[in-house]
């Protein structure tokens, strides 16, 4: 493996992201709704202006939960699928690299794009609100930024599965918008649905494993446990296990979910 030839389709995959506006208006979209969120989320209770972290936080991730992924799987979709359409693939393979090189090299290109918008994005909204944070609360913050970049590169991990299994452009965004509402919608509703016919005799136990079967169940445990008040607002104390619920095992989740249909795109690509 040759990692020079990484990085100049990496490179190549990031800068054409900054050249076209993509990352800019993702940041400015990012840090539009946090800072909303941020001031005016408390509206509707008849409170204006910041209110504390932990609400800022748990607002925040119901909005990532919808947006990341969905960005994510609009960015990778065409990854593989898009350069064969366009009949430059060939090309690119005939040059003195290998194909587990180009998906790589396009999947970290494509990553660090989408890292540096969302890392933009709130990190501005961390400089405004850093007068009214204390340390811990910074801490907490820079967490859900961390946990929103891993989200993010889980579901491009599986938009560039799908380019490699896809035979056109209009059939890989089809599949992408299908995973974005199995995972973001259907998924949570077929548990519940699921524990609620079986009046809960069934499926309890494992509950706590089926949520690990969902990169945006791993991002909200991963954030919402974190914090004992939103925890128990979210209900989360009374069905998901302590010892589960530990930030390096929910990472080491997050990081199998990036690593796993990475591995199986590379193994489609190569056939």
């Given amino acids: 493996m040759e990692f020079k030839q990484i990085a100049t389709i990496a490179g190549k995959e990031f800068w054409d992201r900054i050249r076209n506006r ?5 940041a400015l979209v990012f840090t539009v709704f946090a800072l909303v969120i941020a001031y005016f989320g408390g509206a509707q209770q008849g409170a204006v202006g910041f209110r504390s972290i932990e609400f800022t936080i748990a607002s925040l991730v119901s909005l990532v939960i919808y947006l990341i992924p969905l960005i994510a799987l609009i960015l990778g979709f065409d990854a593989i699928v898009g350069e064969r359409e366009r009949g430059s693939l060939d090309l690119l393979l005939s040059m003195p690299i290998t194909r587990f090189e180009l998906l790589l090299g396009k999947y970290l290109g494509l990553a660090a794009a989408l890292t540096f918008s969302t ?11 850093a007068p009214n944070l204390e340390l811990k609360a910074l801490y907490h913050y820079f967490g859900f930024m961390l946990s929103s970049v891993l989200l993010g590169m889980a579901f491009l991990s599986l938009a560039v599965m799908v380019s490699t299994f896809a035979t056109d452009r209009t ?3 089809g599949m992408a918008i299908a995973l974005w509402f199995f995972f973001v919608l259907v ?14 005799s069934y499926g309890g136990e494992i509950f706590p494993y ?3 079967a969902n990169p945006a169940d791993v991002f909200r ?3 919402i446990f974190a914090m004992d ?3 128990t607002l979210y209900g989360l104390a009374t069905v998901f296990p302590r010892a589960l619920a530990e930030p390096w095992l929910l990472g080491l989740v ?10 199986i795109a590379t193994w489609r690509f190569r056939k």
């Fill in 210 to 212: 089926l949520l690990m």
């Fill in 221 to 223: 445990i991963l954030n």
């Fill in 254 to 263: 997050m990081l199998a979910w990036i690593a796993a249909p990475l591995a």
């Fill in 119 to 129: 890392v933009a994005g709130f990190g501005l909204v961390a400089l405004v609100l």
């Fill in 229 to 231: 008040d939103v925890r």
């Fill in 187 to 200: 998924f949570d509703l077929l548990l519940l649905g699921a524990l609620v016919v079986t009046g809960g």
């Fill in 171 to 173: 059939r890989a965004s």
């Fill in 22 to 26: 993509w990352v800019l208006a993702v």
